[in-house]
């Protein structure tokens, strides 16, 4: 046996449908607000997360799947999307049709992680990139599509967790307190904090160690160190979210591990997911685009990690997704009533009804086990007594009760029956 490689997972049926579910609900929660899909490499030359995602940050630092192809170019398996809808965007000019470019995307992500509950070495994200746009409206908007998003999967109680981390102007100021707060400590700082403070301070704040995180108890806080413009911004959004009903917890230590981040980051946390609880993460990066060579533009955006959305799902979601669209089985009873059964169900899945055929060679009482032993919860039976009287027995599987039915009115009868399943599955109103 070959098993997959550690930290990859199959996704197997029937958990495929409740991602499919939530994919098919993100894909119209995002058409409502104008967004549309973007689809970029998993594969990307190293040097485009290098610029984006930062040297000093630990996905680049050491979390990186990195080969060098034949011609000696170095090629990484992307960790994240961000940068990947930011190269495309200007290798293809994206600015040039002017406006605001929304886009989102929904697809697999890698980064050479210690595998454990919630955290994998091949996980999904399902993301939004609102690029072009500088004002606090956007921000507002797009955490108000997230919390839609949440709503329509039957979440409750969730909450942002926001901060600002400013820009260029004020973070070398700030950056400095940082330093001076902690020199002192120094010998308290483990290896990769030590690095952290010379490479970017700012990820200190990001450390695990609940001695460092002692530390910081007291430590400068960006909000109190923010440029004019950046605290203008941050109090509109503030103000936009409250008015939009949107609930917030101001994190004064939020930075996210990712360099890109000017201004806006958030992350929203979910209860139940364990040690790792970012259900997603995301912010404002107002010189991604010109640092990849593209013109001065601004951008915000999140990526949900999917995995950790399907561990955390309400329960309600999970089993309408799970129902899915629950075949009946259609039964040909001998070899000669195949052709008309084939016929039939091609006639009933184009009135929408799904049909799944299994096969009654060994005996129709071996053809019924098939059909209980895949989850049909009905099936439809045709033999030749049954052709000539122009009728199909439908059998209830659960019920075990069975009834003949004209062969014209079968359809009918199979919607009946699966909208009075829907209406029961759906929450009260
Ligand atoms: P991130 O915080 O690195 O941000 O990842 C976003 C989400 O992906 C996390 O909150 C988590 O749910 C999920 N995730 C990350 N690593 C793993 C893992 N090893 N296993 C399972 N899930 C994981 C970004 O990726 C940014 N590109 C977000 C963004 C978009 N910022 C602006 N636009």
Known sequence: MIAGVKGTRDLLPPETRVWNEI???????????????????????????????????????????????????????????????????????????????????IGPQFRREAPQKGRFREFRQIGAEVIGAADAAADAELLTMLFDFFARLGFLGLSISLNSVGTEDCRPAFLDAIRAHLSPHSEKLGPDDTRRLRENPLRVLDSKDPEVQALLVNAPRMLDHLDEASRVHHEELLGLLAACGIPYRIEPRLVRGLDYYTRTVFEVTAPGLGAQDA???????????????????????????EDRLVMALPEGFRERALAGLDPVAMIPLGPEDRPFALALARELRKEGIAVDLVSAAKGPKNGLRAAERKGARRAVLVGERERQQRVVLLKDLVNRTQEAIPMDEIARRLLALATAVADKGNPPP
């Open 279 to 305: 259900l997603l993460g995301g912010g404002r990066y107002d010189r991604l685009i010109s640092d990849l060579g593209g013109p001065k533009t601004p951008g915000i955006g999140f990526a949900i990690g």
């Open 23 to 105: 994919e098919r609900v993100a894909r119209e929660v995002f058409a409502l607000h104008g967004f549309d899909e973007i689809r970029t490499p998993i594969l990307e030359p190293t040097e485009l997360f290098v610029r984006s995602v930062g040297e000093s940050s630990d996905i680049v630092h050491k979390e990186m799947f990195t080969f060098l192809d034949a011609k000696d170019r170095s090629l990484t398996l992307r960790p994240e999307n961000t940068a990947g809808v930011a190269r495309a965007y200007v290798e293809h000019s994206l600015a040039q049709d002017g406006g605001v470019k929304k886009l989102y995307y």
